[in-house]
T-cell receptor, first 114, second 113 residues
Framework: GAGVSQSPSNKVTEKGKDVELRCDPISGHTALYWYRQSLGQGLEFLIYFQGNSAPDKSGLPSDRFSAERTGGSVSTLTIQRTQQEDSAVYLC????????????FGQGTRLTVV | QQQVKQSPQSLIVQKGGISIINCAYENTAFDYFPWYQQFPGKGPALLIAIRPDVSEKKEGRFTISFNKSAKQFSLHIMDSQPGDSATYFCAASTQTGTYKYIFGTGTRLKVLA
């Protein structure tokens, strides 16, 4: 497809389990972002990739969170030992370049930790 | 200094009215200011964006007004329609540093039919 694709769209997991969230950016987009949106809240920045490198990981809330990007394309956000406070919608976005261009968002993965 | 403050938190407007949402920032390095529209269950979608070299940008019923000296920008929705009911986020980014988008906290707009 032409847009940013995220999978799964919904994920319910038990507290303490690890989860992996996937993002397929728009082809050719070098910049990729992960954001978290809690219920009724704004978008919280998590991490940004330029190519396969992550120059800014400042938003990752704890060392349980990690992300990687391979081949300058697909990115995976991993949350280890999930906690209930991790429940949120995780949004991925990509843009053509890092120079102030439009970021296109996927529909997000709704994560529920029970 | 990285924050973008958005107001109001929620807004109710009659059909045909003007919806106005305001944002303010501190970091003078910001040089790209987009507005995103988000419908329930969907990801945010770019609505309109402005750079600080212009004071106003209009696209259809949507206008961004930008006041560089005051470090403020606003979204005006003219002739508001029920289909405009959504959450609107302002954002800011910079061509230097880490390039991440800093988002406001969002405004939930409801346009009454």
């Amino acid at each position: 497809g032409a847009g940013v694709s995220q999978s799964p769209s919904n994920k319910v997991t038990e507290k303490g389990k690890d989860v992996e969230l996937r993002c397929d950016p728009i082809s050719g987009h070098t910049a990729l972002y992960w954001y978290r949106q809690s219920l009724g809240q704004g978008l919280e920045f998590l991490i940004y990739f330029q190519g396969n490198s992550a120059p800014d990981k400042s938003g990752l809330p704890s060392d349980r969170f990690s992300a990687e990007r391979t081949g300058g394309s697909v990115s995976t956000l991993t949350i280890q030992r999930t906690q209930q406070e991790d429940s949120a919608v995780y949004l991925c976005a990509s843009s053509v370049s890092i120079v102030g261009t439009e970021a296109f968002f996927g529909q997000g993965t709704r994560l529920t930790v029970v | 200094q990285q924050q973008v403050k958005q107001s109001p938190q929620s807004l109710i407007v009659q059909k045909g009215g003007i919806s106005i949402i305001n944002c303010a920032y501190e970091n003078t390095a910001f040089d790209y200011f987009p507005w995103y529209q988000q419908f329930p269950g969907k990801g945010p979608a770019l609505l309109i964006a402005i750079r600080p070299d212009v004071s106003e940008k209009k696209e259809g019923r949507f206008t961004i007004s930008f006041n560089k000296s005051a470090k403020q920008f606003s979204l005006h929705i003219m002739d508001s329609q029920p289909g405009d009911s959504a959450t609107y986020f302002c954002a800011a980014s910079t061509q230097t540093g880490t390039y991440k988008y800093i988002f406001g906290t969002g405004t939930r707009l409801k346009v009454l039919a």
